[in-house]
């Protein structure tokens, strides 16, 4: 059985120090060391980060001049890891999360080890208090967060991804700056075979939050959404998975504001340029329905 290297990647504004400390600190806790850590600085200048913290392995820090993105920000640690190509699988982390066991790298290391078609892994996100928010759960539904198996999506804020799967797929879609970036990466992986796996037993502590709470949730979401069906989804799919979702997000919504935004959002995502169109196999989408998420909601 050949051994994955693994490596660790962070991605910060520079807003979170104390928090960026401690994720880096419970990765130095780790019972098998990374092979590299990178830490991007999205927009801002980082601090010395490897003696001051006692981190194993090979530690690269990346000043960015402008804030990327995260799926931006992500992209330029790839790059950096793929000029060493030393590394088969990259964990990505929030840069507020933290890491509550010490045998999450190794869990990753033995899952890739015995499955060379596993692409992605998606980490069980918990609040202080243990809970996980229904959001946070990869399947449709009032799932129960401690049932793991295969899926059709993860969470950006803990996984964990295959380089090898990544040089098939291309990268994160930096464009869409925040919002549905994991799904378009998702849908790509599934369509080219690669397994996704939700494995809650890897934990990522994180502070419960809204993603309401950035000033652009509603308008990016909203612009992004049309975005991955134009460039995702076979034509005959497009308006039935908008016309689903627009309802869906009427009921939902109750801010009048908010509402307003995802309407410019929307808009802006029918008249920009999605980029290139890729749509994934009538094969793919009956694999994703078949999996308990049709691409239609």
């Known amino acids: 059985m050949v051994q994955p290297r693994i490596a660790v990647a962070v991605v910060t504004m520079g807003n979170r120090p104390a928090e960026v400390d401690a994720l880096l600190e419970s990765v130095a806790k780790q019972d098998l060391a990374p092979t590299r850590i990178v830490i991007v600085g999205n927009g801002c ?33 790839l790059a950096r890891l793929r000029e060493f190509g ?7 982390l929030d840069d507020d999360g933290l890491l509550v066991d010490a045998d999450v790298l190794r869990r990753v290391r033995d899952l890739y080890a015995a499955d060379p078609r596993l692409g992605i892994v998606g980490f069980r996100i918990a609040d202080e208090t243990g809970q996980t928010q229904q959001r946070h759960v990869p399947r449709v539904g009032n ?4 049932r793991g198996g295969y899926v059709t999506g993860f969470l950006g804020g803990g996984h964990a991804l295959s380089m ?11 464009e869409f700056f925040f919002a549905h ?15 996704i796996l939700y494995a809650p037993e890897l934990l990522l502590r994180h502070p419960r939050t809204s993603p309401a709470r950035h000033a652009i949730y509603y308008r990016v979401t909203a612009r992004n959404r049309v975005w991955l069906v134009r460039r995702r989804l076979p034509l005959a799919l497009i308006p039935v998975h908008l016309g689903v979702w627009t309802l869906l997000t009427l009921v939902r919504t109750r801010s009048a504001g908010g509402l307003r935004a995802w309407c410019g959002g929307f808009v ?6 999605a980029g290139e169109r890729r749509p994934m196999r009538w094969r793919t989408v009956w694999q994703l329905t078949r ?7």
């Open 45 to 77: 200048r980082l601090p010395e980060f490897a003696r001051r913290l006692s981190l194993p392995g090979e530690v690269t820090t990346i000043d960015v001049e402008e804030n990327l993105g995260c799926p931006g920000g992500r992209n330029v640690a």
């Open 86 to 92: 030393d590394v088969d699988v990259v964990v990505e």
């Open 143 to 146: 799932s129960d967060p401690l």
């Open 164 to 174: 090898a799967m990544l040089d098939e797929t291309g990268d994160w879609p930096a």
């Open 181 to 195: 970036e994991e799904t378009d990466l998702a849908w790509r992986a599934a369509d080219a075979g690669w397994k």
């Open 268 to 273: 802006e995502g029918l008249r920009q340029s």
């Open 291 to 297: 999996l308990g998420r049709p691409p239609v909601i």
